[in-house]
């Protein structure tokens, strides 16, 4: 089956800094998310992104499907996007498949 | 992402006990999930609903059972469950071509 990798594992950060978090993917997807799970275990949509660029305020992805990479960039972090960021991808008539992810710490 | 919602947030239980998690979604989605996440793991798929239909069944134990009653409701029901099933219960829904949607989860504990 595919294999879905992130890294880094873990990533330290002081509030204001910024980060790139990486997912590598062994096959062709046809649906990227990206997901933030908080400390109290709410897993959030960040980004539905299988290719392309997106946006949403200090947060961007960036997919290159052909590669079978995506990068998820969070800019001026803050305390508050500490938690665990997945990547999962499905192909055709599957569900999704989730990374290992990467856990966030962010100390004022 | 609260247009999956699951109740209860937080269920005990003991091994003889008989229970049910239940997820809704107002949202359309033909597609229903649920998902068992450990500490510091990833959610793991356990089912599939598709047009209130299983279509996947990832090789659970049978003291799991779920049942889709209609497009928009989806149990997991819960019999003679074992301390190593203690989790987060998620449950996520999905139409083809639209991001998954998850509910907050259950977050089980067997006594």
């Known amino acids: 089956g595919i294999q879905v990798e992130q890294s880094p594992p873990d990533l330290i950060l002081q509030e204001g800094a910024n980060s790139t978090l990486r997912c590598n993917f062994s096959?062709?997807?046809?649906?990227l998310q990206w997901f933030h799970q908080n400390p109290w275990g709410q897993l959030i949509n960040l980004f539905y992104?299988?290719?392309g660029t997106k946006q949403n305020g200090r947060l961007s992805a960036t997919t290159v499907a052909t590669e079978r990479y995506s990068l998820l960039y969070i800019s001026s972090s803050q305390t508050t996007d500490s938690g665990v960021y997945f990547c999962?991808?499905?192909?055709?008539?599957?569900?999704?498949?989730f990374g290992k992810g990467t856990t966030l710490s962010v100390s004022s | 992402d609260t247009e999956v919602t699951q109740t209860p947030k937080h269920l005990v239980m003991g091994m003889t006990n008989k229970k049910s998690l239940k997820c809704e979604q107002h949202?359309?989605?033909?597609?229903m999930y649920w998902y068992k996440q450990k500490a510091k793991k990833p959610p793991e798929l356990m089912f599939v609903?598709?047009?209130?239909?299983?279509?996947i069944n990832e090789s659970v134990p049978s003291r799991f059972s779920p049942e889709c009653p209609n497009s928009s409701l989806l149990n997991l029901h819960l019999h003679a469950l074992q301390p190593e099933d203690s989790a987060l219960y998620l449950c996520?829904?999905?139409?083809?071509?639209?991001?998954?949607?998850f509910g907050d989860g259950t977050r089980l504990s067997i006594l």
């Open positions: 609903y598709s047009y209130e239909k299983l279509s």
């Open positions: 949202m359309g989605h033909r597609a």
């Open positions: 996520a829904s999905s139409q083809e071509g639209t991001p998954q949607h």
């Open positions: 999962a991808v499905t192909q055709a008539g599957t569900a999704l498949i």
């Open positions: 992104i299988p290719s």
């Open positions: 096959d062709s997807v046809n649906n």
